[in-house]
T-cell receptor
Framework: SQKIEQNSEALNIQEGKTATLTCNYT??????LQWYRQDPGRGPVFLLL?????KEKRKERLKVTFDTTLKQSLFHITASQPADSATYLC????????????FGAGTRLAVHP | DGGITQSPKYLFRKEGQNVTLSCEQN?????MYWYRQDPGQGLRLIYY???????QKGDIAEGYSVSREKKESFPLTVTSAQKNPTAFYLC????????????FGPGTRLTVT
């Protein structure tokens, strides 16, 4: 079965540093991968989408890479701020582009002043 | 003010009772989804609908039912057959199925005792 792994331990970093979160998957070749941000008690908010033929995507301070050989995506937040503290979820399309997603459990990021 | 609304925010029910969770969107999206989120786990897909009057089971549909009589509305009924109904329920929508971001509602926390 498809499996998505995100680091279950919280990531603690100092303000201004770059946060790097990892998403590993097995047993599937997704057409694309998405990253979402979720704050406690709230619904996830979409951040970035990267397709299988794209190596890297950027949006402001965010960068996502997608290595289909390693079956891994890395999510980077540069110049991190305390307001970036949240749980970040990765999600894979498992329906060949029909938007049926499987979500990882998420990694909690805490940015300290 | 466009978006997805879910009501109520918190819901309490006694075991053995069916309960219906509301989800409404005014984004003119064709596709709608229901997810369940438990502590330490990723979002799991319950049901999804690509178009009015059509819906498909997700990965954990047992004990749940849905309807899609209007484009804007996708209510979820948690039946007494659902063995562990206490969870955080999230509704989402996307323009259509395909490579599109999903927009999430604020969620309903259901507690069954």
């Amino acid at each position: 079965s498809q499996k998505i792994e995100q680091n279950s331990e919280a990531l603690n970093i100092q303000e201004g540093k770059t946060a790097t979160l990892t998403c590993n998957y097995t047993n599937y070749s997704p057409a694309y991968l998405q990253w979402y941000r979720q704050d406690p008690g709230r619904g996830p908010v979409f951040l970035l989408l990267i397709r299988e033929n794209e190596k890297e995507k950027r949006k402001e301070r965010l960068k996502v890479t997608f290595d289909t050989t390693l079956k891994q995506s890395l999510f980077h937040i540069t110049a991190s701020q305390p307001a970036d503290s949240a749980t970040y979820l990765c999600a894979l399309d498992v329906s060949g582009g029909y938007n049926k997603l499987i979500f990882g459990a998420g990694t909690r990021l805490a940015v300290h002043p | 003010d466009g978006g997805i609304t879910q009501s109520p925010k918190y819901l309490f029910r006694k075991e053995g009772q069916n309960v219906t969770l509301s989800c409404e969107q005014n984004l003119n999206h064709d596709a709608m989804y229901w997810y369940r989120q438990d502590p330490g786990q990723g979002l799991r897909l319950i049901y999804y609908s690509q178009i009015v009057n059509d819906f498909q089971k997700g990965d954990i549909a047992e004990g749940y039912s849905v309807s899609r009589e209007k484009k804007e509305s996708f209510p979820l009924t948690v039946t007494s057959a659902q063995k562990n109904p206490t969870a955080f329920y999230l509704c989402a929508s996307s323009i259509q199925t395909g490579t599109y971001e999903q927009y999430f509602g604020p969620g309903t926390r259901l507690t069954v005792t």
